[in-house]
Each structure stands twice: as structure tokens, then as C-alpha cells.
């Protein structure tokens, strides 16, 4: 069973930076979507940034130019370097990683979480 462990979150002021990681414990190389969801209290779970279709780039347009994903495939991790930050950032974020086959439909693995608040 894959597993997704987040770390990297944390307090930080408006205008400052944090890189959340996500290790995986087995290859990422085959999983056809992997990326970071958000979800702000009281808020659905959103779509921040992902790695889609093996090597296209996606990014929620509130965190354009400001977030960077990337991916250490040697590494099995998904870092997200967030810099600009604002209050509205504030969530708790969460790997997640789908892999597509024809026997089981889409497979849909996610992390625990891990908290990011942007406050003065």
C-alpha cells in the first residue's frame, strides 16, 4: 500500500516562505497525477498544485508565481515551495497521488496533512 508522509509545514508571517515535502514509499515515477491539495477551515478541499500527465505543471490561479511544485523521482518525493505567502493560504495541505489502470480505475492515495498558517 503506498504511502504519502508530509513534512514541512508550520507558522510563518505574511510575506514568508515554507517548502512542504512529501515522501512517498514507493516509486512515484508511474503515477499518472501527484501534487498538493489544500483545505481552509470550513472550506472544500482545493486543488493547489500538481504533476499531471507525467511531466505537465498545474497551478491554481491564486498561487501562480508564487508556489513551485517539483519532484525528486530518485527520491520518491514532491516538494511544493511556497514563497509570498498570505493569510488566505492558511490550510492544511495534502499529497495526494492517483495512479490510473484498466482493472481498477483510478487509485487515489493521500497523506495525512500537514498545517500551514500564515499570521502576523
Known amino acids: 500500500q503506498m504511502q504519502l508522509v508530509e513534512s514541512g509545514g508550520g507558522l510563518v508571517q505574511p510575506g514568508g516562505s515554507l517548502r512542504l515535502s512529501c515522501a512517498a514509499s514507493?516509486?512515484?515515477?508511474?503515477?499518472?497525477?501527484i501534487g498538493w491539495y489544500r483545505q481552509a477551515p470550513g472550506k472544500q478541499r482545493e486543488l493547489v498544485a500538481a504533476?499531471?500527465?507525467?511531466?505537465?505543471?498545474n497551478y491554481t490561479d491564486s498561487v501562480k508565481g508564487r508556489f513551485t511544485i517539483s519532484r525528486d523521482i530518485a527520491k520518491n518525493t514532491v516538494d511544493l515551495q511556497m514563497n509570498g505567502l498570505k493569510p488566505e493560504d492558511t490550510a492544511v495541505y495534502y499529497c495526494?497521488?492517483?495512479?490510473?489502470?484498466?482493472?481498477?480505475?483510478?487509485?487515489?492515495?493521500w497523506g495525512q496533512g500537514t498545517q500551514v498558517t500564515v499570521s502576523s
Open positions: 514507493e516509486s512515484i515515477f508511474s503515477f499518472n497525477d
Open positions: 495526494f497521488a492517483v495512479l490510473r489502470t484498466i482493472l481498477q480505475g483510478d487509485l487515489n492515495y
Open positions: 504533476i499531471t500527465g507525467g511531466d505537465r505543471l
